[in-house]
């Protein structure tokens, strides 16, 4: 089972690293794909020489990186012919996000979503001046498919549809950067999509969004971006003030099952 993301997303994901050689590097760059949905629950990686070639390391580097993988229970490697390292099902539990948002101050989190406009906004409005007409016809379409049915199939499709628009930026700086940030935060500001009408909103800006970068118009991606980005943070913030009196957000995404 593949994650419902385009396949600019795994080309950025798996692409050469800048500094062979070093097993957290592969680490980290696999453990992104996984927060970030790129990889899906139950999906069988690419085989170990494949990886080996498609990041540029040593087969031994990729070995070494899977194991790290395995240690924070990540993925599972099947040994027969229908081996190989597969993601593990689950994905971040709420009593982790729970801990996270008592770590960090409403100022902080304000400021993380912030900068995550920011960014994203950088590579929209770069995504808007420099794709192709068929680059704006593959994310129209791209956008027509995502599964916003549940709040896992909308953190997908929103997290590989932002990692589509810093692809068609062209720019390796802003996709190395929204990849980052998006590991990072991206988990804490999707958790508004439990709620349907957060993934209503989120489904038609990021339809608009893609139009606006089809139809070369940097200055309405943007400010799409900077919509959506503050209808994600309201709820953001709305989760955390509801884990400090007390809640948590397993029970909140229970309660908001549509």
């Not at 696999?30 to 690419?46: K, W």
């Not at 990886?51 to 993988?69: D, M, N, Y």
Request: proline share 3%; net charge negative; glycine share 10%.
């Amino acid at each position: 089972m593949e994650a419902r993301v385009g396949p600019a997303a795994r080309e950025a994901i798996f692409a050469q690293l800048a500094d062979a050689g070093r097993a957290e590097q592969v680490a980290q760059r696999l453990t992104d794909a996984i927060v970030l949905g790129v990889l899906a629950p139950a999906e069988r990686l690419p085989s170990e020489p494949e990886l080996a070639k498609r990041f540029g390391v040593a087969l031994i580097t990729v070995r070494e990186g899977l194991g790290i993988l395995r240690e924070a229970g990540l993925v599972e490697t099947r040994r027969g012919r229908e081996g190989g390292s597969f993601v593990m099902s689950g994905g971040p539990h709420g009593s982790l996000l729970d801990a996270r948002l008592h770590a960090l101050a409403q100022v902080e989190l304000a400021d993380m979503a912030a900068y995550f406009s920011t960014i994203l906004s950088g590579c929209a409005e770069r995504a808007a001046l420099r794709a192709t007409e068929r680059d704006g016809e593959r994310l129209l379409d791209w956008v027509a498919n995502a599964d916003f049915s549940t709040p896992a199939s909308a953190r997908s499709a929103t997290g590989g549809f932002y990692l589509e628009l810093a692809v068609l930026s062209q720019s390796a700086r802003l996709v190395r950067e929204q990849i980052r940030i998006q590991a990072e935060f991206g988990p804490l500001l999707l958790l508004g999509l439990d709620t349907a009408e957060t993934r209503t909103d989120v489904a038609r800006l990021n339809a608009a969004l893609a139009a606006a970068v089809a139809a070369g118009d940097p200055a309405l991606a943007g400010s799409l971006v900077g919509e959506q980005l503050d209808v994600l943070a309201h709820r953001l913030l709305a989760a955390k003030a509801h884990v400090e009196r007390g809640g948590s957000l397993d029970e909140r995404a229970a309660d908001h099952v549509a």
